[in-house]
């Protein structure tokens, strides 16, 4: 049990040592590869910590050798730009001056609902209230909100229609069917729900409308007597 412990204490501080000189990006907001590398060295901190027959200086060679990987591949991320692309990826821009781009999402595995997520964590509930919003390559969202913003939020809105299908849930959360939108989309030159890429309703009327490869339109129909959420 003695063996063990030491062994642990030797490994915890040459894994603090290299998690020191890997640099603050490595503890906080992380590339691709440098989560890769993060895991690696993890399992293999674990192996001569409880497997006592394997040698300890072999965990720790191995962890410094995936450090000094690390630090080559840093370094390219830092050299070369075309070589950073490729490692690290590129920002996704998911929102722009015509709405949202259903490319960027669809290559970044991403749909309409995990975009709403991630503007609501951001403090946006309107889709209509920002100008543009991106996925940075490390997976951190940004949004740069349209002026007086915040004018635009008097209701939370909620999802439709979400890429071509009625969100069954949302709609009886509002208490309307899906015969009160079709007639919208119709006015709207719609002949198939399934060209929706996204439709928001708040309890105001105001409705935020995008086609599949067309602009956004901001709609504002007035909703039923007592209807409100």
Not at 10 to 34: A, C, D, N, S, T
Not at 189 to 210: C, E, I, N, P, R
Request: with cysteine.
């Amino acid at each position: 049990m003695v063996l063990v412990a030491l062994r642990t204490a030797i490994i915890f501080v040459v894994l603090l040592v290299i998690m020191r000189l890997m640099g603050k990006r490595q503890i906080g907001e992380m590339q691709p590869f440098e989560l890769v590398i993060t895991l690696l060295i993890a399992e293999l901190a674990c192996i001569p910590m409880a497997d006592s027959s394997i040698p300890l200086l072999y965990g720790i060679v191995s962890v410094v050798t995936i450090y000094v990987l690390h630090e080559i591949m840093t370094l390219f991320d830092l050299k070369l730009k075309p070589f950073k692309s490729v490692l690290s990826g590129k920002p996704a821009l998911v929102i722009n001056k015509d709405g949202i781009d259903d490319y960027q999402l669809k290559r970044n595995n991403l749909d309409v609902s995990d975009l709403i997520e991630s503007l609501r964590t951001a403090g946006y509930f309107s889709l209509d209230c920002v100008d543009y919003a991106l996925y940075e390559s490390n997976g951190q969202f940004s949004a740069l909100p349209k002026p007086d913003y915040d004018k635009t939020q008097t209701s939370l809105p909620l999802v439709i229609i979400d890429n071509g299908k009625f969100d069954k849930k949302n709609l009886q959360l509002t208490g309307l069917d899906e015969a009160f939108f079709r007639p919208i989309l119709q006015a709207e030159g719609v002949k198939s729900v399934k060209k929706v890429l996204v439709l928001t309703a708040d309890g105001t009327g105001k409705m935020y409308f995008q086609q599949k490869g067309e602009r956004y339109k901001v709609l504002r129909r007035p909703l039923p007597a007592g209807t409100t959420w």
